[in-house]
């Protein structure tokens, strides 16, 4: 089969060129998007990373394909319903990094309980008074966890290692879970109501986007800290701003933004007819940008030496396995 990876960094090269022996791979540096699709139209099968924006118009194009296979879990980036009208197979590695994404997010916790980074800053300057930079413990603190798949029982379990205690909220709970871990369900309003930090670990759709807005954010602990590691737009941007800046939030966290996408490429705002409601969103999260008590993380919570290779490992597996007649981690649609 002809294969076109995009978004390959050079230590992937001789993994996927050795995992898949026997096919026509061609590997590029730079994102799949309208002025690359070309160098994608002859291959049955096509893998891009998290920034490669696969829309209709850009699915319309790859006219042989018949597997998009994403290197990561997430697969807001590709219209699955465009996919299915062409009849393209689409999978994604859905274990690869739980326990890093769990562990960047309490690199994060830490950061913020301790001021890391204005202690850091500080001591660098030359001045090592204490003045300004006392943190709080984390040991009996509460814990609100948002969401209890994988990364967020990671989470969980690296909390009670800290002697954390610990709320969770999802979906479909898990009771015989939380009596192994020894932490408790409860809905989402009570958790927001009592937690001293709220980490997200929820999946990003209609019923979850800017899950965290104005009226979630207002009823919050009063100096509560939020951390997010998942999507960006599970919060919404002017609503934490205000909280932050308000005082009413301590401290935040965070590995993705809204609009992450637009600020990463700047430069494209002088080409293309970005409405203006995404354009104030960008503005928002520049504000971020800005304040002592934000931590910002350029979405890496998953990039770890261990964590990529498994990645890479499994989106070999399952192209082998669809070129196999046997295709795996299919993302099904409705």
């Not at 994608?40 to 006219?63: C, G, M, P, R, W």
């Not at 939020?226 to 909280?243: E, H, K, P, S, Y």
């Not at 301590?250 to 409405?275: C, F, K, T, W, Y």
């Not at 261990?306 to 295709?327: D, M």
Request: glycine fraction near 8%; hydrophobic fraction near 40%.
């Amino acid at each position: 089969m002809r294969i076109a990876f995009f978004e390959v960094q050079d230590w992937e090269q001789p993994f996927l060129e050795e995992g898949l022996k026997g096919h026509e791979v061609n590997l590029f540096n730079g994102v799949l998007d309208g002025e690359s699709v070309n160098k994608a139209k002859d291959a049955q099968v096509i893998s891009v990373f998290i920034y490669s924006s696969l829309n209709k118009e850009l699915i319309s194009q790859l006219t042989n394909a018949r597997l998009i296979a994403t290197r990561s879990t997430g697969f807001d980036h590709i219209d699955l319903q465009e996919c299915k009208k062409r009849g393209i197979t689409v999978s994604n590695v859905p274990i690869y990094g739980e326990t890093t994404v769990a562990e960047h997010t309490f690199a994060l916790i830490l950061s913020l309980s301790r001021i890391i980074h204005d202690a850091y800053e500080r001591t660098r300057r030359g001045d090592f008074t204490c003045v300004g930079v006392q943190g709080f413990d984390l040991n009996g603190k509460i814990l609100g966890v948002l969401g209890t798949g994988r990364i967020g029982v990671k989470v969980i379990e690296i909390a009670k290692g800290f002697r954390m205690n610990v709320l969770a909220y999802d979906r479909y709970p898990d009771n015989n879970l939380a009596d192994a871990l020894g932490f408790k369900y409860t809905s989402a309003m009570d958790l927001l109501q009592k937690s001293d930090i709220v980490t997200l670990h929820l999946p990003l759709n209609d019923e979850t986007y800017h899950f965290l807005n104005k009226h979630t954010i207002n009823t919050m602990k009063q100096g509560s800290v939020v951390i997010n590691t998942a999507r960006g737009g599970l919060i919404d941007t002017q609503a934490l701003t205000d909280a932050l800046m308000s005082g009413h939030l301590s401290g935040a966290g965070l590995d993705v933004l809204e609009e992450e996408s637009l600020i990463r490429e700047e430069a494209q705002l002088l080409l293309d007819n970005v409405p203006r409601e995404r354009l104030a969103t960008m503005l928002r999260a520049h504000i971020l940008l800005r304040l002592k008590n934000v931590v910002i993380t350029p979405h890496c919570a998953f990039n770890s030496k261990e964590s990529l290779e498994r990645l890479v490992y499994g989106t070999i597996e399952n192209i082998k396995a669809f070129s196999e007649g046997k295709p795996q981690n299919v993302i099904k649609t409705k």
